[in-house]
């Protein structure tokens, strides 16, 4: 058991330029988000991103998925317009948000088959679904005062963009087809606090905790998909539920 632990952690063993880039930039953001203004954190996340980026490419070479490539930069610039001025780039950072969403939906959509779609009528899966779902309409309770009236439906979009996304990476987590889906489920948790996390910091009540908090949410979301992402091939029988 031990062994087949040690060889699910071989990815974090090639430590290359990027990773040191990774841990620096991560480690960095962190600190800046302790000590500094918010706003400096445009300056160093950044490097985050780009970082993960290169790490991804480096790992699957020309199996390159543009649907990641393309949810980094959306999710990119979801950061750094939450960081400059969330409320007046409300719009484009929500939007920018279900992009990513739809696209890391997309792209573990494939890892799903016949047997994991009948996974869903599962007591742990409805259980998971009830949870994750009370939890978004808290916040949405929470926060709806505060939501600007023309942006509703963008919110909402959001909030369904997450739904399918949940519920996407806890199927196939449940159905324990691939050796570290651990670290999609994983991925997906943070995402999922991240944008909570994110809605309630900035419309609510702002606290500088959340922000480090959403910072280290975010970052792990991306690097641990794209670690499950580039470790893992897709089973056969795949088929198209969308």
């Known amino acids: 058991m031990v062994k087949k632990f040690l060889n699910r952690l071989a990815f974090f063993k090639q430590n290359t330029l990027f990773d040191v880039l990774f841990y620096i930039s991560f480690f960095a953001s962190v600190a800046v988000g302790i000590s500094s203004n918010k706003r400096d954190l445009i300056y160093v996340v950044p490097f985050v991103f780009i970082s993960i980026l290169l790490k991804y490419i480096s790992v699957v070479k020309e199996k390159v998925n543009l649907f990641f490539v393309f949810s980094i930069f959306f999710g990119l610039i979801s950061n750094v317009l939450s960081f400059y001025n969330f ?4 719009f484009w950072i ?3 948000t279900s992009v990513y969403l739809i696209l890391f939906t997309l792209i573990i959509k494939s890892y799903l088959n ?4 009948k996974s869903i009528r599962s007591i742990s899966v409805l259980l998971g679904i009830f949870i994750f779902s009370y939890t978004i309409f808290a916040v949405l309770e929470l926060i709806f ?3 600007p ?3 509703l439906f963008i919110t ?4 369904l963009c997450l739904m399918i996304y949940t519920l996407t990476f806890t199927m196939i987590y449940i159905k324990d087809k691939y050796s570290n889906a651990i670290i999609l489920l994983t991925s997906g948790i943070f995402t999922f606090f991240q944008v909570c996390l994110s809605s309630i910091n900035e419309l609510f009540l702002y606290n500088k905790t959340f922000t480090v908090l959403i910072v280290i949410c975010n970052v792990m979301s991306f690097y641990l998909f794209m670690v499950f992402i580039s470790e893992n091939k ?3 029988n795949r088929i198209k539920y969308f």
């Open 145 to 147: 005062d505060f939501i």
């Open 149 to 151: 009236k023309n942006m």
């Open 87 to 90: 409320i007046d780039y409300y």
């Open 234 to 236: 897709v089973t056969d």
């Open 156 to 159: 909402l979009l959001c909030v």
């Open 114 to 117: 016949k047997v994991n779609l």
């Open 94 to 96: 929500v939007l920018a």
